[in-house]
């Protein structure tokens, strides 16, 4: 009987102690979902405009379309930290034009715990879109035909003329070790011309050349351009106070001290075939290596250009065109029909010339020679 008092007591106690301690702990616990105090917090944001790379593309053109100068290329490669390569960009990748960042101090309430606020995605960023050519693109690969494109790998390598000349951003003033040969892998030293210094960035990549003749027209005496003899691909490594310097990536002919620079511009190998200029009639003015006579494989400059329906991609044929007398007492001379002996690709246009590649040819081309559109007739 005492022993069931007993635990009748420790019951009662246990019960007491319990509704004593409630209001502690429910006050506790209330304590813990009250919200906290106010206080500033710094978030960052950042905005920016950006162009989805499309074929064809490169930071020069880029740069061309929105800051009015293909110059400020660098500043454009500068913004983005992803292209290892500024000359290899390709379609879909994403090229940052505008960036701007900033903190902003904000008073935020911290959610309760047992409800946190909801996580509301960025926004994407605005992107920008270069209008489309109004000229027609040329077909995709996979809609190329056969016998529509001529491959010539050594595009990269042919010079041309123009007029006016182009403004070198620098020249080479001097060669490692004051080597007299320069060839691959050699290092150069660059004087930049003007203030073209901050634009030689290292890793950008710039073409050699020089311009040894200019040509000008025979009956007016009128410039024709000034030829552009490429040599090389140099690779700017850094920067100093008042040079630059590079190491020689390709060499395509004699490189010498003096060479000047103007930015490299990948050319693609595949030229697609156009139809001719059936009206055209012009000459050939030289070969780019300046030799007297011109044969299979040689570069050579003709005196007919865009102004003329000139373009790349576009054959024309070399002729030669004899007189002769129909009847033996005539005293008239009558023009045989042409004979084509040399067929010519266009491989680059300007204005009143063109370069051209001689793909074949039967007997010995010189300048002056006479060209014209061929014709399945004569060929």
């Known amino acids: 009987m005492k022993t069931k008092r007993l635990f009748m007591l420790v019951g009662l106690s246990c019960l007491w102690m319990a509704l004593t301690m409630l209001p502690t702990i429910v006050g506790a616990q209330n304590e813990n979902t009250q919200p906290q105090s106010s206080t500033p917090t710094a978030l960052e944001h950042e905005a920016g405009l950006y162009y989805t790379v499309k074929k064809g593309d490169t930071l020069w053109s880029i740069s061309k379309h929105f800051n009015d100068s293909p110059y400020l290329w660098p500043e454009l490669w500068k913004e983005n930290d992803q292209i290892a390569n500024p000359h290899w960009i390709y379609p879909g990748e994403k090229i940052l034009l505008y960036h701007k960042s900033g903190v902003t ?53 042919v010079g041309f003329l123009k007029n006016p000349p182009i403004e070198p951003f620098g020249s080479i003033f001097q060669a490692k070790d004051a080597q007299a040969m320069i060839s691959e892998s050699n290092i150069v030293y660059i004087h930049p011309h003007a203030d073209n210094l901050a634009l030689l960035t290292p890793g950008s990549l710039f073409t050699l050349y020089r311009t040894p003749q200019v040509y000008k027209d025979k009956d007016t005496d009128e410039t024709i351009g000034t030829q552009h003899y490429l040599t090389g691909v140099v690779e700017i490594q850094n920067r100093q106070a008042d040079y630059a310097i590079a190491i020689v990536r390709k ?40 030799s007297f006579i011109m044969g299979d ?38 023009l045989l029909a042409p ?19 001689i793909t074949n040819s039967d007997r010995t081309i010189r300048a002056g020679a006479t060209l014209h559109a061929p014709s399945d007739s004569s060929d």
């Open 105 to 157: 101090q904000i008073t935020k309430k911290p959610e309760p715990i047992e409800s946190p606020a909801p996580i509301v995605a960025a926004a994407e960023p605005e992107e920008i879109k270069i209008p489309e050519p109004t000229t027609m693109p040329e077909a995709p690969p996979q809609e190329e035909e056969k016998g529509k494109y001529y491959f010539f790998s050594k595009i990269e390598q």
């Open 251 to 290: 060499s395509y002919k004699e490189i010498r001290i003096g060479d000047q620079l103007m930015p490299y511009a990948p050319r693609s190998p595949k030229i697609r075939i156009k139809p001719s200029n059936p009206d055209l009639h012009g000459e050939v003015i030289a070969s780019e290596e300046n």
């Open 297 to 334: 494989d040689n570069i050579a400059f003709i005196n007919r250009g865009t102004q003329n329906g000139v373009a790349k991609g576009q054959f024309y044929a070399v002729y030669y065109q004899e007189a002769s007398r129909i009847k033996l007492k005539g005293k008239k001379d009558v």
């Open 339 to 357: 004979v084509n002996y040399a067929k010519l690709l266009v491989l680059h246009a300007e204005k009143n010339n063109a370069t051209v590649l």
